[in-house]
């Protein structure tokens, strides 16, 4: 059964950078089927896909954030990355990291990290 | 790019159907796959539908989903308290964002 785990400092001060580390286990992130994403929820509001990153190291960033997003994928430690430069307040959120299948869904998620961003 | 459209809530009681609509553009539900997923309070969200009407298998047939045009939805026949929760449809979006979320719906068993 693969599983996703999240981590991560759960506070982080405004104009740094957010970092966050998804473990996968029970199978392998190089598989050729999926990509890896990261997704979020601010407290009370909907979901915001941030990035997703295949295998081989291909991005695919959400425009809105671009700017500020960089995902990496470490295949020897089956991990893949957000670091989300610049933070602020509206940064806070539940940070997921998801498996995407190719015949169109997220279809594992991790169990999310909350991450504050505050002084 | 935009979220797509859901209503922000829908109520029924239990045993009746509530659809819940999703609603975007031909650059990503009108020429895209859609899917549905389930966010209970407190927990990550889960697949309910792939591919516009596909289950994966342990979702109770009682969850269905359909696309017409640029508009998608999801439909709960039979609602039960256990469905109470959050609905969020996700499209592939174009190469300008590849993936778009819905609005989210917040469905209420009555």
């Known amino acids: 059964q693969l599983q996703l785990q999240e981590s991560g400092p759960g506070l982080v001060k405004p104009s740094e950078t957010l970092s966050l580390t998804c473990t996968v286990s029970?199978?392998?992130?190089?598989?050729?089927?999926?990509?890896w994403g990261w997704i979020r929820q601010p407290p009370g509001k909907g979901l915001e896909w941030i990035g997703s990153i295949y295998y081989s190291g291909s991005t695919y960033y959400n425009p809105s954030l671009k700017s500020r997003v960089t995902i990496s994928v470490d295949t020897s430690k089956n991990q893949f990355s957000l670091k989300l430069s610049s933070v602020t307040a509206a940064d806070t959120a539940v940070y997921y990291c998801?498996?995407?299948?190719?015949?169109?869904?997220?279809?594992?998620w991790g169990q999310g990290t909350m991450v504050t961003v505050s002084s | 790019q935009s979220a797509l459209t859901q209503p922000p809530s829908v109520s029924a009681a239990p045993g009746q159907k509530v659809t819940i609509s999703c609603s975007g553009s031909?650059?990503?539900?009108?020429?895209?796959?859609v899917s549905w997923y389930q966010q209970l309070p407190g927990t990550a969200p889960t697949v309910l539908i792939y591919e516009n009407n596909k289950r994966p298998s342990g979702i109770p047939d009682r969850f269905s989903g359909s696309k017409s045009g640029n508009t998608a939805s999801l439909t709960i026949s039979g609602l039960q308290a256990e469905d109470e929760a959050d609905y969020y449809c996700n499209s592939y979006g174009g190469s300008g964002t590849p993936f778009v979320f819905g609005t989210g719906t917040k469905v209420s068993v009555l």
């Open positions: 031909s650059s990503n539900i009108g020429n895209n796959y």
């Open positions: 029970g199978g392998s992130i190089s598989s050729s089927s999926y990509y």
């Open positions: 998801a498996r995407y299948d190719f015949q169109g869904a997220f279809d594992i």
